[in-house]
């Protein structure tokens, strides 16, 4: 039986005050911190906060190497699980590039690849939101809940592994398959499997058991850790690069990554430059285009779940991973408010363009990718083919996740064993279910 308590010895030393403040985008409310604030107390539509620093310089720390080199605009007050947390390895193409006809193209790789010093454990740059995201909690106990479409409990489960940090993920049984680590998980870890689920069914089972303490829902897009975290892809292009890019190319189901690195843009911008920001240019998997039907048919509400045949296209992606059938598109501060505030575009590719652009990506440049990573590359492909690019473009591609393949050749691979499997029939169930889940839990 997992115990409630955190180890905070296991996540470094606290310091004595949070070293930022959150502020809300719609009305401007400022909030001090208590590690799980996720809205604006205020009575106005939803908003998203953001985080204001009190260190406005750009300052890496010049003794660390990972995730906290950037400690000073992450909102964390605990970061001893930084020998565990990478960075983004970021380099300037020549291969694709060329291919691809580009004059400058940078590729933020976020996966495993030792010779790149790319070294996730998990392969993916969901490892910057879990990390962060223990840093800001409280000390107080409670067990840290999430859904997941695979990669982001992957990464959930390894950090609040080696922290020891209690937590329930819950993921749909297509998502086992990711969750495969170098060690067996802490007992502290609970995870749950809808066999026959997809993530919604994932998300409304881990939004029910975060209603009830101990649980605490992590919160998606609404964690201000969660997109600093994912913001520090910009802060490591930008030490690379020493300039903003153009244009920023992502895969995106919800858009949580998209929203981040603009807002580390704009951070990066009022601090050290005056470039223009960066035009987001975000990727979808045909036929699942919520975010792409969305921005074309502006002004389109999305502000709860896609319509209906967004939810019978689940299957029928290759990158599975970016099916949110509820993005925060229209929330004050979200995903339509970035690609306005940015000049942005929404882009698609099919599964066939999406298998090319695997293939293409390994061949070029020497390294597996996750599906999401393919949908990008096709996206950057179409976009310089229709010429939405020039020679003067300076482009970034976020590869979300790749090498997965490559750290399977070089390390046993542990699956990590489910704590409770249901099915989607247990949904309709939910206070037995979610009792059944409090027990595993030790809760």
């Known amino acids: 039986m997992n115990s409630i308590s955190a180890n905070p010895s296991a996540h470094g030393t606290l310091t004595a005050t949070r070293h930022y403040t959150l502020v809300c985008d719609l009305c401007g409310r400022s909030l001090e911190d208590d590690g799980v604030v996720l809205d604006c107390p205020a009575s106005h539509p939803p908003a998203l906060l953001r985080t204001s620093y009190a260190e406005e310089a750009f300052t890496p720390r010049p003794d660390r190497d990972g995730l906290f080199r950037y400690q000073d605009w992450l909102p964390v007050v605990r970061a001893g699980s930084d020998a565990d947390a990478g960075r983004t390895a970021v380099y300037r193409s020549t291969a694709l590039a060329g291919a691809l006809g580009l004059g400058e193209l940078w590729i933020a790789f976020n996966g495993y690849w030792?010779?790149?010093?790319?070294?996730?454990a998990t392969a993916t740059f969901k490892e910057f939101e879990a990390h962060a995201v223990l840093g800001r909690l409280p000390e107080n106990q409670v067990v840290l809940t999430t859904a997941s479409s695979g990669n982001t409990g992957a990464a959930f489960a390894w950090a609040c592994s080696r922290t020891r940090t209690p937590a329930v993920l819950v993921v749909p049984g297509t998502g086992l398959r990711r969750l495969r680590f170098r060690e067996e998980l802490d007992p502290c870890v609970t995870l749950v499997v809808v066999e026959d689920g997809g993530y919604p069914d994932a998300i409304a089972l881990a939004a029910a058991v975060g209603t009830l303490p101990p649980f605490q829902i992590e919160g998606g897009v609404k964690n201000v850790a969660r997109r600093d975290g994912l913001g520090t892809v910009m802060l490591s292009a930008f030490e690379q690069m020493r300039a903003l890019p153009t244009h920023y190319f992502q895969a995106v189901g919800s858009g949580t990554g998209a929203i981040a690195v603009l807002e580390a843009a704009k951070r990066l911008r009022a601090a050290t430059c005056h470039d223009p920001l960066p035009r987001l240019m975000l990727c979808q998997n045909e036929p699942?285009?919520?975010?792409?039907?969305?921005?074309?048919?502006?002004?389109?509400?999305?502000?709860?779940?896609?319509?209906?045949?967004f939810r019978k296209a689940l299957n029928?992606?290759?990158?599975?991973?970016?099916?949110?059938l509820a993005p925060p598109y229209s929330v004050t501060g979200g995903v339509r408010d970035a690609l306005l505030d940015s000049g942005g575009d929404v882009l698609a590719a099919d599964n066939d363009e999406v298998t090319e652009a695997l293939t293409i990506f390994q061949a070029l440049e020497g390294i597996d990718i996750e599906p999401a990573a393919g949908v990008a590359v096709a996206g950057l492909r179409a976009a310089a083919e229709?010429?939405?690019?020039?020679?003067?473009?300076?482009?970034?591609?976020?590869?979300?996740?790749?090498?997965?393949a490559r750290l399977a050749q070089e390390?046993?691979?542990?699956?990590?064993?489910?704590?409770?499997?249901?099915?989607r029939d247990a949904l309709a169930r939910l206070d037995e279910t979610v009792a059944a889940i409090a027990a595993v839990a030790g809760a």
């Open 288 to 309: 699942f285009t919520p975010i792409r039907d969305a921005w074309l048919q502006d002004p389109y509400p999305l502000d709860g779940e896609a319509p209906d045949r």
């Open 114 to 120: 030792p010779e790149r010093g790319a070294a996730l």
């Open 316 to 324: 029928d992606v290759v990158a599975d991973e970016l099916t949110n």
């Open 411 to 423: 390390h046993r691979l542990v699956p990590a064993r489910p704590a409770l499997r249901v099915t």
């Open 386 to 404: 229709q010429g939405k690019l020039d020679r003067d473009s300076v482009v970034l591609l976020n590869i979300t996740g790749g090498g997965r």
